[in-house]
């Protein structure tokens, strides 16, 4: 079974205007990490946002934030005033337990983002 | 403080040659990760190495890959008797040492062309 799940493949967003970007993922494990990457076409992976299983709020980073649903095991990243340069590839990542011992990351399979001028 | 720094960028091989791939971590870090990225996937987890130890190998085919993470000096993934399928980019990420969550921090990575 899929781990996390992006069912966009792309997406159009004109510029200035909000994006919200699917991501859905299963574990059992009570304590996961939950990450969005941003990879432009010059192939390079950037961080953008990190949201923890037991983070009470949603995660906010600028104009990116972290719509976390956690019964509905959803973690959709949302965009504020889409601008050019957010054209990229975005993904979506797990880690699985806590972390402090290190865990690998388990990524979707990304949703390519278009902004219209 | 350097981010995470992967060389070559760019690898040419003809089938049956070795690639070496290397990966120096951040300054403090001590946790290595290899993600490997085919054309128009997501990246796969592969390997994932402490000082001198492989922790968790479970993403790595089984025959002509190995990876190793010295004392000193920086991370090696090896990929021996290149075939067209290992084309892809491979990327490093590391970590600190028991932290709690939080980003792996990735380098730019290593475009493998076989041909």
């Known amino acids: 079974a899929q781990k996390i799940t992006q069912t966009q493949p792309g997406m159009f967003v004109q510029e200035k205007e909000a994006v919200t970007l699917d991501c859905t993922y299963d574990?059992?494990?009570?304590?996961?990490?939950l990450f969005w990457y941003k990879q432009p076409s010059s192939g390079e992976m950037i961080f953008l946002i990190y949201?923890?299983?037991?983070?009470?709020q949603n995660a906010t980073e600028g104009r990116y934030s972290l719509n976390f649903q956690k019964a509905r095991k959803s973690a959709n990243l949302v965009i504020s005033a889409s601008q050019l340069g957010d054209s990229a590839m975005y993904f979506c990542?797990?880690?699985?337990?806590?972390?402090?011992?290190?865990?690998?990351?388990?990524f979707g399979a990304g949703t390519i983002l278009r902004v219209k001028s | 403080n350097a981010g995470v720094m992967q060389n070559p960028r760019h690898l040419v091989r003809r089938r049956g040659q070795e690639a070496r791939l290397r990966c120096s971590p951040m300054?403090?870090?001590?946790?290595v990760y290899w993600y490997r990225q085919l054309p128009e996937e997501g990246l796969k987890f592969m390997v994932y190495?402490?000082?001198?130890?492989?922790?968790?190998e479970s993403g790595m085919p089984k025959e002509r890959f190995s990876a190793e993470f010295p004392k000193e000096g920086p991370s090696i993934l090896r990929i021996q008797q290149v075939v067209r399928g290992d084309s892809a980019a491979y990327f490093c990420?590391?970590?600190?040492?028991?932290?709690?969550?939080?980003?792996?921090?990735f380098g730019p990575g290593t475009r493998l062309t076989v041909l």
């Open positions: 190495l402490q000082k001198e130890n492989i922790i968790d």
């Open positions: 990542a797990m880690r699985e337990g806590p972390g402090e011992y290190g865990n690998k990351l388990v």
């Open positions: 574990t059992s494990d009570p304590s996961y990490g």
């Open positions: 949201q923890g299983s037991y983070d009470q």
């Open positions: 300054k403090g870090h001590s946790h």
């Open positions: 990420a590391s970590s600190p040492p028991m932290r709690r969550g939080h980003e792996q921090f």
